[in-house]
């Protein structure tokens, strides 16, 4: 089992920036993509940003140039550090962890994020 817990959300004003963490308990996370997604009020849960084990990343076109997605493996952490923020980031954000069939795949329980104008 893999426990993750995402921590860093809060309000912040349009522009701004913040720095989401997500720290893994059960597992190393090194087997693991590492993922960001995010969903706002009334809409599905969205695709933000992942980094696979050999550091690969890719963003949503509606993050690119904004967020930068990291991992460190030896603090068994994954960061999504978000800048220039706009209203239309406002979410709660969610790590997971997804592996091999057989490892499994894996959810925190999300951090609000408030971006206001």
């Known amino acids: 089992q893999v426990q993750l817990i995402e921590t860093g959300g809060g309000l912040v004003q349009a522009g701004g920036s913040l720095r989401l963490s997500c720290l893994a308990s059960?597992?190393?996370?090194?087997?693991?993509?590492m993922s960001w997604f995010r969903q706002a009020p009334g809409k599905e849960r969205e695709f933000v940003a992942f980094?696979?084990?050999?550091?690969?990343?890719n963003y949503a076109n509606s993050v690119k140039g904004r967020f930068t997605i990291s991992r460190d493996n030896a603090k068994n952490t994954v960061y999504l550090q978000m800048n220039s923020l706009t209203p239309e980031d406002t979410a709660i954000y969610y790590c997971?962890?997804?592996?091999?069939?057989?490892?499994?795949?894996?959810w925190g329980q999300g951090t609000q994020v408030t971006v206001s104008s």
């Open positions: 997971r962890a997804r592996g091999a069939v057989i490892v499994g795949t894996y």
């Open positions: 059960g597992r190393t996370i090194s087997i693991f993509t």
């Open positions: 980094v696979t084990s050999d550091d690969t990343t």
